[in-house]
């Protein structure tokens, strides 16, 4: 990694560097104790799915973790004990807190709560819960797309605005936000889905620029297909929303429905979700200021390699030279 990239965010926003000597962290499967140990890290969505994997797999390396889900029922729900009894047999850094990312409040009290146990400002946010949805964009109603919006985008920006002000005033942070492939390529069918992350992938590109003044970080993971509740708590919603269309929309789109639910009715294949914990420990322990604006993460990421490549290309013609240059530079070079 050259002087140039790991100083890239000290020239900008005064956060320092870590020594030249400690150089590309290693591959995903070797990031150990050593790497995370010590940050503070708040995961959203952790009753299952990534986010679940990821709270694990930080704290076991040493982090300290806050992980957060809805429905917490004052921690008796079976997702948070859980959690709660693998820390204490492990004795593990890792406390559970109650955020729905589509409540204020809550968004508010959670992140609050994350910060008095990290002790101040926190040293990773990890956007992560999320909803899918799948059907033909006329047939799923405003309630449906009211809630998928809800959550997979203004949630992300909930959690963002309410742990950004402590990550600025300390000079460093980094923000996490689980996209897709999908926030690159679309197909029929997912259309609601692959719009939510289309705008993450946008809304948080546009703040790494922002944010880079300040000596925070963000990096969008952009996963494929894995083997999570997301499929079977998409299936569900995506049920209901159908069940809700008029009889003519149905009838109308009856061979793109069935499509969709051969498409998108399976488990994810049987690829490893833990690869998307470990990306993202292998991230946090790069050093400050080169830590990758987005990181595909499957077998195969030929199809995001190549549309992130070209955009890349595109946003440098747009913002390499002129007043966002450095800004620019600051997240790319």
Sequence with gaps: MSETKIGRRQLLGGAT????????????SAQTAADVAGKSVLITGCSSGFGRLTALHLARGGANVIASMRHY??????????LADIAAT??????????????????????????????????????NAGIGVSGPVELLDMQATQLIFDTNVFGYLRLARAALPAMRAKKQGLVFNVSSQLGRVVMPGVGHYASTKFAVEAMFETMAY????????VTIIQPGGYPTKVWENGRRLSDAALARAEASRRAAYAPHVEMATRMFGGAGGST??????????????????????RRPVH??????DALNAAHAQVQAMVLGNGPFAPWFKAVTS
């Design 17 to 28: 560097a870590l020594a030249a000597a400690a150089t590309v962290a290693g591959p995903a």
């Design 73 to 82: 029922q004052a921690g008796k729900r079976p997702e948070a004990q859980e």
């Design 299 to 304: 077998p195969n990421t030929r199809a995001t």
């Design 90 to 127: 492990e004795n593990l850094k890792l406390a559970v807190v109650e955020i729905d990312v589509t409540d204020d409040a809550l968004v508010a009290s959670g992140v609050a709560a994350a910060e008095k146990i990290a002790g101040g400002a926190l040293d990773v946010l990890d956007n």
């Design 210 to 217: 922002e944010l880079a003044p300040f000596g925070v970080e």
């Design 272 to 293: 490893d979700p833990m690869d998307v914990a470990r990306a993202i420990a292998e991230i946090i322990a790069m050093p400050a200021g080169s830590r990758p604006l």
